[in-house]
Structure formats: structure tokens, C-alpha cells
């Protein structure tokens, strides 16, 4: 029981981490401080991660899970954010010398990296389709800010360029969602179970295969 409720304290931390940093990095003035700081946010957060391995897995939620196979995800997505930080460190402080960035602009891409980092992970974790839905949203639209950094012609367009590509992937994956809701209702009923992924796997054998089918060609 206390195993569990450590593991749900370690999502509840790789989860606020990223969000605490986050508005620290928007505020903080100076380079040297933001970019030790990310480092050092992304770092914990791995390190909080890691404690998954041995924790118990607590009962599923409504929102959130935890499983084996999440918390691989999790490991491998908090520690290549944590190497991409201690690298970025030094790239942006070359852009910075250069002056192809400007101090504002690196908070705005600090705060953005652990936002992003916060839903990649929430994604990971979530037990609900919608929720889902919404952190690879947050995800996808925090990278395209970050895409857009230099302001340049350049990479506006590449921002634009990653924004419509991603936001149509998007647009498919909540037509999916829906029709996979769509699917559950009939069998669990309306409301938030007909979203849970649990729920969803405990009854797929029921529902209609016609409407699974096809929020699977809109999902995958």
C-alpha cells in the first residue's frame, strides 16, 4: 500500500517538476541561471523516475496509470530530456555570445522545454483518451514555439511549417477519440469511463468493431 502510494507521489512529482520550473524559467532573469536550472529540473526529474522501476504500481485511476510499460517511456523521455538539456546548455549559450538570441528569448525557451517535457510525460501517464489528447496538444504547440525561437524568416516558416502538420495529425487523433468514445458509450455509458483507457481494454470485446476500426486508422 505505502509502495503504491510512493509511485503515485513519483508521478505526482515528474508531473509538477516540469510546471514548477516552468514558471521560474519565464521569470528568472540571466542565462547561466535558467540554463542550471533546466538542467537541474530535468535532472530530477529523471532521477524521480527512476524510482519507478522498483515502486509498486498503484491502482489505476481515472486519469492517471502507471504501469510497466508507461514507465519505461517515462525513464527513456525524462533522461533524453535530461541529456538534451545539459547539451542545450551549451549550444544556446554559443547563440547567445553570438547574439542570434537574445536573453528574453531563452527564457521563453527554457520555460517552454519543461513545459513540453510536462506533456510528453503526462501523455505517458494518462488513463483517459481525452487528457491524452490534450498533452500531446500542449506538447506538439510548445515545440512549435520552440521551433519559432530565432524569429527569423527561416524559422517562422518552419514553426508554420510544423504547426499545420502537426495540428492535422491532432485533428485525427481527436476524430479518433471520438469515435473510439463513440464506441464505449453504448457498452459503459456516458461520462468520463467511456474515456478511461482501463475501462476501455476491460470492454473492447464488446464494442463495435466497425466504429474501432476506423478510430483506429484516425488514431494510428
Known amino acids: 500500500m505505502n509502495a503504491g502510494a510512493n509511485a503515485a507521489d513519483a508521478v505526482a512529482f515528474i508531473l509538477l517538476i516540469p510546471v514548477i520550473a516552468g514558471g521560474m524559467l519565464a521569470v528568472l532573469p540571466g542565462y547561466r541561471l535558467t540554463a542550471r536550472l533546466n538542467v537541474g529540473a530535468s535532472l530530477l526529474t529523471f532521477l524521480v523516475a527512476l524510482t519507478l522501476l522498483w515502486a509498486e504500481r498503484p491502482a489505476p485511476g481515472a486519469y492517471l496509470l502507471v504501469d510497466d510499460l508507461n514507465i519505461v517511456f517515462i525513464v527513456l523521455n525524462t533522461f533524453v530530456g535530461f541529456t538534451a538539456s545539459v547539451f542545450s546548455a551549451g549550444y544556446i549559450a554559443h547563440e547567445l555570445e553570438t547574439g542570434r538570441l537574445t536573453p528574453t528569448y531563452l527564457r521563453f525557451y527554457h520555460a517552454m522545454y519543461q513545459i513540453m517535457m510536462f506533456g510528453m510525460n503526462l501523455a505517458f501517464v494518462s488513463n483517459n483518451i481525452g487528457l491524452m489528447w490534450v498533452a500531446v496538444e500542449l506538447a506538439t504547440?510548445?515545440?512549435?514555439?520552440?521551433?519559432?525561437?530565432?524569429?527569423?524568416?527561416?524559422?517562422?516558416e518552419a514553426a508554420w511549417k510544423y504547426f499545420i502538420l502537426g495540428s492535422v495529425g491532432i485533428a485525427l487523433a481527436l476524430f479518433g477519440t471520438i469515435l473510439v468514445y463513440m464506441a464505449a458509450q453504448p457498452v459503459v455509458g456516458e461520462g468520463g469511463e467511456a474515456m478511461v483507457w482501463t475501462t476501455l481494454v476491460a470492454n473492447a470485446a464488446a464494442f463495435d468493431p466497425a466504429l474501432l476500426n476506423l478510430a483506429f486508422v484516425f488514431l494510428i
Open 141 to 156: 504547440l510548445t515545440t512549435v514555439l520552440m521551433v519559432g525561437l530565432y524569429r527569423t524568416p527561416e524559422a517562422l
